[in-house]
Nanobody
C-alpha cells in the first residue's frame, strides 16, 4: 500500500519559516514527479511546487516563487518544501503528491496524495 505522510506543519508568525517533509512508502517514484498542493478554507486547491525525479527541474506557483524551495531525496523516498518569508495568505492545508509523469501543476496528474499538514501564518 502506497502512503505519503507529511510532517512539519504548524503555527508561525509572518516572515517566519517552516520546512515540510513528506515520506513515501510502499513504492519508489523513480522517473515520476513529486510535489505539493495546498488548500485554504473556502478556497480551491492550488498547485505550490513540483520536482522531477532527478531534481534537475522544479516548478513553482508564482505566489511562492522566490520564497519556497522544493527538494527530494530519492534514496530516502522523501520530498521537502522549505518555506521562507511566510505570509498569512500561505495559511492552508499542504498536501504532498507523487506519481506524475511530467512536471505538472494539474492535480489530476498526480496518482498519490498525502493526508495533509496544516500551516497557519499569523500576522
Amino acid at each position: 500500500q502506497v502512503q505519503l505522510v507529511e510532517s512539519g506543519g504548524g503555527l508561525v508568525q509572518a516572515g517566519g519559516s517552516l520546512r515540510l517533509s513528506c515520506a513515501a512508502s510502499g513504492r519508489t517514484f523513480r522517473g515520476y514527479g513529486m510535489g505539493w498542493f495546498r488548500q485554504a478554507p473556502g478556497k480551491e486547491r492550488e498547485f505550490v511546487a513540483a520536482i522531477t525525479w532527478g531534481s534537475a527541474i522544479t516548478r513553482y506557483a508564482d505566489s511562492v516563487k522566490g520564497r519556497f524551495t522544493i527538494s527530494r531525496d530519492n534514496a530516502k523516498n522523501t520530498v521537502d518544501l522549505q518555506m521562507n518569508n511566510l505570509k498569512p495568505e500561505d495559511s492552508a492545508d499542504y498536501y504532498c503528491v507523487a506519481g506524475s509523469t511530467g512536471l505538472t501543476h494539474i492535480a489530476s496528474q498526480y496518482a498519490y496524495w498525502g493526508q495533509g499538514t496544516q500551516v497557519t501564518v499569523s500576522s
